[in-house]
């Protein structure tokens, strides 16, 4: 693929990280934001409005400026490769995957600021709301998600380790840039999952059930921008490792139907292992599994919120502190 094409892809892959915001600019798409409220089945009262929006553009720009500068950085690192590096058999050049490997990282950067930073509170002036028993990363993601990460952690550096054996010719060069990639992809995707166990278990702050609720409903959508970027730098980490043994010099047959077998499954992984979840009624999960009895009163706007699994110190289900 062309050198401007990789870059055309990264730019798309940057702006469906913020479909509300455009890309996380403030121009918020009142058409799309009705159809994520219409999708979470959560009413959303007037005065919820504009912090509902004001979080969810905090979150989008701040992924998007991650995604910015690791498109920046991708470019200058693909430049120096092809300037230095020996030139590519049959036109091929991994410069594309270094691309997307740096955006995604980048993604990741931004996505763990905007989750674990301040602006992160929908309401930081209110009270600390009190729950019966500690939320949970699954109250949040679903498990087939969490699966689909840990297997992208755990095939980047088995990829490397395989091009490392099964193609023994390669130059020192090509090695530090397969541990390297492999090495990013690893770590990108821990410090995800770190920050996704901090963000489910902080304390959360609402003056009432329904702003508790949506709360709840951002708080995921947060988690689930941030573990997406993190399947990205898995795959993308897999497929450097990938381009670059097999196909950027030619490895062996063997070598290199073992290594795309690895870069497939990478993918597959990643992003069909939660497909059936993602496909279903993804965006009203956190409810489903926080709010099993009180969810019709959430969507009435009303104060209360009985029955609500994890919370069950008060009267209507939450006790402020």
Request: proline share 6%.
């Amino acid at each position: 693929m062309d050198f401007a094409l990789w870059i055309a892809l990264a730019v798309v892959v940057i702006a469906s990280c913020g479909p509300i915001t455009n890309g996380g600019t403030r121009r918020v798409n009142d058409k799309a934001l009705a159809r994520h409220v219409t999708k979470i089945g959560l009413a959303l009262p007037p005065e919820l409005r504009q912090p509902v929006i004001s979080r969810i553009t905090h979150r989008e720009r701040l992924t998007a400026w991650g995604g910015v500068g690791g498109l920046v950085v991708g470019v200058a690192v693909a430049i120096v490769l092809g300037r230095v590096g020996p030139p590519a058999p049959n036109g091929s050049d991994p410069a594309g995957f270094m691309i997307m490997m740096a955006t995604s990282v980048g993604l990741s950067v931004g996505a763990v600021a905007a989750a674990a930073g301040p602006g992160a509170a929908l309401n930081p002036g209110a009270p600390r709301m009190a729950r019966g028993q500690e939320t949970l990363l699954v109250d949040y993601l679903h498990r087939s998600e969490l699966v689909a990460l840990v297997i992208g952690m755990v095939l980047a550096p088995v990829t490397a380790v395989a091009a490392l054996l099964l193609a023994p010719g390669m130059t020192g060069g090509q090695r530090i840039l397969v541990v390297v990639a492999a090495g990013l992809a690893t770590i990108a995707g821990a410090v995800v999952l770190l920050v996704l166990r901090h963000v489910a278990r902080r304390p959360q702050r609402a003056r009432s059930a329904i702003e508790l609720a949506w709360d709840d409903v951002m708080r995921a959508g947060g988690m689930r921008q941030l573990l997406v970027t993190g399947l990205l730098s898995g795959v993308a980490g897999t497929w450097v490792v990938v381009f670059t043994t097999a196909l950027f010099h030619e490895a062996p047959v063997p070598a290199t139907v073992v290594l795309l077998a690895l870069g497939v499954l990478s993918a597959v992984a990643a992003f069909g292992v939660p497909l059936p979840f993602w496909v279903g009624r993804l965006h009203s999960y956190p409810l489903r599994r926080l709010w099993p009895t009180g969810l019709d009163g959430a969507r009435r706007g009303s104060t209360g919120a009985d029955g609500a699994r994890r919370g069950s110190t008060g009267v209507d289900g939450v006790a402020s502190c």
